[in-house]
């Protein structure tokens, strides 16, 4: 099991940029690919951002492409979101989620696929 609690989110003005992070608990951080998901007021929740577990894989939801990159250190068991060039409609709680997963390289897009959420860090984008 894995505990995970996402921290740097905040306000900042449109064009800025944040790093979010993700802290994991437990020893085994390695053994889950990761994900970043979002959800603005009144909407579903959106994928954002997939790495797997060697950090060789990563792979973007279509609105962030280009601007946020998903990274990770396993030996910090920490996995972080570079946010760019933001935009009002990035305006959302953003959460982290891992799922345990035998393959190195696979990516994990579908949130049901996901096991374990933190409980989320709030980022708004001002105009």
């Known amino acids: 099991q894995v505990q995970l609690v996402e921290s740097g989110g905040g306000l900042v003005q449109a064009g800025g940029s944040l790093r979010l992070s993700c802290a994991a608990s437990g020893r085994t951080f390695s053994s889950y690919p990761m994900g970043w998901f979002r959800q603005a007021p009144g909407k579903e929740r959106e994928f954002v951002a997939s790495?797997?577990?060697?950090?060789?894989?990563?792979y973007y939801g279509d609105s962030v492409k280009g601007r946020f990159t998903i990274s990770r250190d396993n030996a910090k068991n920490t996995v972080y979101l570079r946010m760019n060039s933001l935009k009002p409609e990035d305006t959302a709680v953003y959460y982290c989620?891992?799922?345990?997963?035998?393959?190195?390289?696979?990516?994990?897009?579908?949130?049901?696929?996901?096991?374990?959420w933190g409980q989320g860090t709030q980022v708004t984008v001002s105009s």
């Open positions: 989620a891992a799922v345990l997963m035998a393959s190195l390289e696979r990516t994990v897009v579908r949130g049901t696929a996901y096991d374990y």
């Open positions: 790495i797997s577990r060697n950090g060789n894989s990563t």
